[in-house]
């Protein structure tokens, strides 16, 4: 990191990517498209039914290769020319890394990234399909590259640094209902500006906080814009 730039960090949920038309899996009944979540987002019920599990995860990587960056994920590019930026995503997808951002960290797993089922470490490049039989070099099945529920989340720590260390901190398009995710907020330093951007925010009461309550393709580019000026 440049020393002489100020650290900004963006936390983003899946409101940034559901207005490039990427489906959200959760929808109003806590259902993911159509599937209890315990079924398709657990190491239990890829035990129990691998193969659905893998065509559930098949069905997403197809949509995220027919979508692209919007206009907030391109807007949050811009801010790397004056500021030292860390984007930590609660999203799969890549559409952060595609718009052009160069600090992406993935909280919950990479839908483009597959791993061995035997080894956490061995984690690789994959957009096409994934199927029961389809093995790591070392002969173990693979799997999506997804922090499923009841796993650990591998890089809360990095995150909870690189947000100790911000000068401002923006939240983009999440619910701050989605844990540890949403405990982020809490290691902020006490004087550390928060700008929210969410059509229906959930926050409202943290210190410094500024609530900007348009859709991110709306708010992202204006807040950019005023930081950017300043």
Request: charged fraction near 20%.
């Amino acid at each position: 990191m440049n020393d002489y730039m100020k650290n900004i960090v963006v936390l983003t949920g899946a409101g940034i990517s559901a207005e490039s038309g990427l489906k959200t899996f959760r929808d109003a009944n806590g259902l993911w498209e159509g599937h209890d979540v315990m079924e398709v987002a657990t190491p239990e019920g890829f035990n129990k039914n691998p193969e659905l599990v893998l065509e559930f995860y098949n069905q997403r990587r197809k949509q995220l290769l027919t979508v692209s960056p919007n206009q907030a994920h391109r807007a949050l590019v811009k801010l790397e020319q004056l500021y030292n930026v860390t984007i930590v995503t609660q999203n799969v997808d890549d559409l952060h890394e595609r718009a052009g951002s160069s600090h992406v960290v993935h909280l919950h797993g990479e839908l483009l990234k597959a791993r061995s089922t035997k080894n956490p470490h061995d984690i690789f490049y994959c957009s096409n399909n994934i199927c029961v039989g389809d093995l790591c070099k070392n002969g173990h099945q693979i799997r999506p590259h997804i922090v499923w529920f009841g796993e650990a989340v591998p890089l809360l720590e990095d995150a909870v640094a690189y947000t100790q260390m911000a000068d401002i901190l923006i939240i983009i398009g999440t619910s701050m209902q989605v844990y540890p995710a949403a405990s982020l907020i809490d290691f902020a330093r006490p004087e550390t500006p928060i700008y929210f951007v969410d059509p229906n925010p959930a926050l409202s009461s943290a210190k410094n906080l500024t609530v900007i309550s348009k859709k991110a393709v709306e708010g992202v580019p204006t807040l950019v814009a005023s930081l950017i000026d300043k």
